[in-house]
């Protein structure tokens, strides 16, 4: 099953704009899951996805920025 979330052609301030709240949204359900019962390794695990995540985040908005007007976004999220 696939579920079609984004998909469209958005100008690249929109297209940043949607993209980084999905992005903080995952940041922000790894901050969540450490809590005082994490150990150490979970910890830093999930510190490295959040690491990752800004990133990412970061490479994608200096492409966005580099482009045209306009951008086309697409995210499936994709249940086997």
Do not use: W
Not at 28 to 57: P, R, V
Request: no cysteine; proline share 0%; aromatic share 4%.
């Amino acid at each position: 099953m696939n579920l079609h979330l984004i998909q469209g052609e958005f100008n690249s301030n929109d297209a940043i704009e949607l993209i980084a709240q999905m992005v903080h949204i995952k940041i922000k359900y790894h901050e969540n899951k450490i809590t005082s019962n994490s150990n150490e390794e979970d910890i830093k695990i999930k510190e490295s996805k959040i690491k990752h995540l800004q990133k990412e985040l970061f490479e994608l908005r200096k492409t966005i920025n580099s482009k045209t007007n306009t951008v086309k976004v697409e995210a499936i999220i994709k249940i086997e």
